[in-house]
């Protein structure tokens, strides 16, 4: 196994890491869009989606330490990441102009990911790790959405969501050595638009829920 | 002492082999008891070091930059001739030694040319293994162009950054030689002496540039790459750091200087726009291949170019020679401009330049094809002078690009001095009084990585050399007259700058020992510097001190050379009282304005020993020899 | 780009006079600069005035000032070999300013590249990567005939793009994490690209990487700033190239 502790513990590996547990919470992020999308068709829909998503037992659990296996693995390689970046230069520049490679996305990386932890662990704590024996995950979500603060705080965040996939999406790609100039044009537009349908997909659904009632 | 070519009886073709064969070989298991001293880092210095540690030698290499990879081969354009006849249209070794002593203007040796001849293949089959991207054909065989004038297509290319390619590649061997530990790298390193004990060339002083220090090195054998010396003139297309120094000390110690004033003017450079300028830009002379050469046909014409009609143009070079046209070798180019100018026809804001026209090309071929050849030289052109070459003609003006003269080296390229070899541009063997287009590369490489590999070993096996260190006094002595000549060039504390007297040295160069030279302006030129190397050591400024990264002090010990070295040429070219190549005096031309070589008088290298500071040069004559071409005068209408 | 003649700049120069000194933000007059001179020529005439003045020069790297070498190089204005795209400071001529203009003039800045003295610095780290596996193991004397290997122009082309790297370290410079992938990515794939540099493209990749990260550069998060400042607009599929060599050394 030697050759695996090597190959992660290289700059080249660690960016490995983040992009493949990137990438899979890219998936995630389309399957819980998905879900989520339930909504539209009203409180039983939502709700019969959720109870069939809780019935797969233990396979969900399964799923569940997987994601946070994963949330761990990005979340401390992208803190090493950052930090042997901020020290790669000790003395920083009078003045420095991005000089037109740099992205909203890729310049705001550890930040908005940082904010998207606050976020999860405020996510899981509102919805996640609540008592769903005496009210339905729907009730919980519509009286959630009933407070303003909360809507704004939702958005807010998937705009976050939004820009970190920005940069995440084709540089996960770049990470893994998939870039082609045929093709590269390709991936980044797949990114952008992926980007959007987390921003709006989620984005909407806390003011469509808060106008529901 | 006399002057031994060292070169093998035999036939010219199997010269070589059968002086490989004679020289001693030195035992594998020996070779790493033997250091050797590289001082440069460019083609030739590359090479050699890369090649002998592979042989298992123990090799020091210095350079003047920060890295082995920016010596000044990289910024050679155009390509690397080799005879391989790919191109089916008839080269051979034969051919290429033929081309290259002729266009020498018949001042080489017919041997040396001869093997750097058979070499050139060697050279290309061992740059593609090195993984050099040479342009390719959609066979995906190599491609070739013809170049400089060469009537066979033998020049291999990797777009126009040949020079860097092939460099690249050697430093790339070096850089390997380097982790295997069988190349100890020294990089910002500025030779200033030789140490030379009991008649041998044992070791070298050197200033580290980064923090002042003076340091000594020993070994077995001393190689100098250290190229050319054309910044004597100021403004040439040499890299900034290019000088004299580390060859000018060689000449003081013993090693001769030859010919020195064979230098070679290049047609197709970015003409001079102001005196702040600090150097002149070489453009490919593969632009000759599709550029037309003109002047207006009255002097004094101060039209745009586009003003000018067909009939109020002179295509000179077309017009005087039918058979080359523009393509006629570099030294005939250059003057004929210079010509042009003289009578007034120059062009541009100074009156010093030629238009270099592509309309006809771009009308030919198509904007598109033009492009794809010269695209990165138009680029470089437009950025340089804020013109488009595409719309306007270029406008160019001959400038200083090589040296054909160096350090005297025997056929092993060792110099007067024993086990002082000498590659590349520094030596002087191989280009005569004229290089052609493409054989620069060639050369270096060709003595770096196939010939001073093995002549080495036969010095090294004449043997019986005591180990010595740099606690030798000799080493003492050398660093320590090092130190008092910096001391000296910082306790002047006068008020002009190093740069400022080099500009006034490069001036006096250009006007009477350019392109065109007569003995009045030669002599005239010898008093005016003579009294501007009086005045330096009496008014120069250089700031700060010794102890530390300096650049000034670095350029004013250059400049102090060059203001010597500067008279060394002047009489080398009085001593010429002939025209050939790139030395052309005014009194010697044929009715056509040719030069006129006197092979009565002048088939030889006239080699330059030193005699003690303020004695004039001691003249020595290698003659050559040819048994294998018949001189004649060289003809290109 | 200015049409005037001459134009009249305040520099701002970054003097450090040794490694382990702190920096200072000078400031300069440079008076009737010619719009022909190029930036470093700029510098010397500056460079002259102070001398004459008393006081030490500018130091700064150059040597070809034809943009090959590599040697040159500063941040100007806060962009690595300054404002003109694909040019190497020695070849950025000062038609680009306008009369008036305040330059900012600061060297390289990385861990791994230590400031010798004003504007220049120490890139030994580069020879270092190259060293560790940028070279094809041939020893001078083996090589087959040079057409005995047919190589796809498309093929040759692409590793002479990436081989057209000066080594100028501005890409490290400009990348926000002080990253030397390009440099590395340049080298890697170029060899990769040429069946020559196939039977050691594993070991190379990793040992290359393996250097580059020892050495104290950043990490590439894929920002794409030094594509953007590379003087040989070198691309960065030449980085996924390297990634990819790299994972196969790793995983197969």
Redesign the interface.
Known sequence: MNWLINVVRSSIGKKLCMALTGMCFCGFLIAHLAGNLTIYGGKDAFNAYAQRLHSLGALLTLAEIGLLTFALIHISVGAILFYGNLTARPQRYEMKKNTGGRSLGSATMPYTGFLLLLFIVFHLMNFHFVDKTRQSIFEIVSAAFQQPLYVVLYVTAMLVAAVHVSHGFWSAFQTLGLNHPKYMPLIRLAGLVFSLVVGAGFGFLPIYISRMT | MGLESRIPAGPLAEKWDRHLFELKLVNPANKRKFDIIVVGTGLAGA?AS??MA?LGYNVKTFCI??????A?S??AQGGINAA?N?SNDGDSIWRLFYDTIKGGDYRAREANVYRLAQVSN?I????????V??????????SNRSFGGAQVSRTFY??G?TG??LL?GA???L??Q??AGKVR?Y?RRDMLDLVVVDGQARGIVVRNL?NGDIETYAADAVVLATGGYGNVFYLS?N???CNVTACFQAYKKGAFFANPCFTQIHPTCIPV??D????L??MSESLRNDGRVWVPQTPGDKRAPGQIPEAGRDYFLENKYPSFGNLVPRDVASRNAKEQCDQGKGVGETGLAVYLDFADAIQRDGREVISQKYGNLFE?YA??T?QDPYETPMMIYPAVHYTMGGLWVDYNLMSTIPGLFVTGEANFSDHGANRLGASALMQGLADG??II?YTIGGYLTGGGYKKITTDHPEFKAAAGAVASRIQRLLAVKG?R?A??FHRSLGKIMWEYCGMARNNAGLLNAREKIAALRSEFWDNL?V??TGA??N??LEKAGRVADFLEFGELMIIDALARQESCGGHFNEAFQTEENEARRDDENFTHVAAWEFAGEGQAPVFHKEPLVFENVKLSQRSYK | MTTAKTIHLTLKVVRQTGPDQKSNLETYAARNVSTDMSFLEMLDVVNEDLTLAGQDPIAFDHDCREGICGMCGAVVNGRPHGPQEGTTLCQLHMRHFEDGDEVVIEPWRSRAFKVIKDLVVDRGAFDQIIQAGGYISINTGGAPDANSLPVPKEMADQAMDAAACIGCGACVAACPNASAMLFTGAKISQLALLPQGRPEAKRRAAAMVAAMDKLGFGNCTNERECEAVCPKNISIVHIARMNREFLKAGFF
Request: charged share 20%.
């Open positions: 090479a890369a090649s592979e930059q920060d890295s082995p990879r920016r000044h990289i910024a391989k790919y060697l290309i089959d061992h740059c593609v293994a090195q993984g991207p040479f342009a390719r054909d959609y066979g995906g065989l190599l990797a777009r950054q860097q390619q690249l430093y790339s061997s850089s390997r380097a982790a790298l990089a980064v297309t890299a900034m750091a726009h102001g702040y300028q600090s150097k830009t070489l470089m950025k340089i804020g990585y196939f590999p008020k700058t740069d400022d400024l700031p700060s530390q990264f650049q000034s």
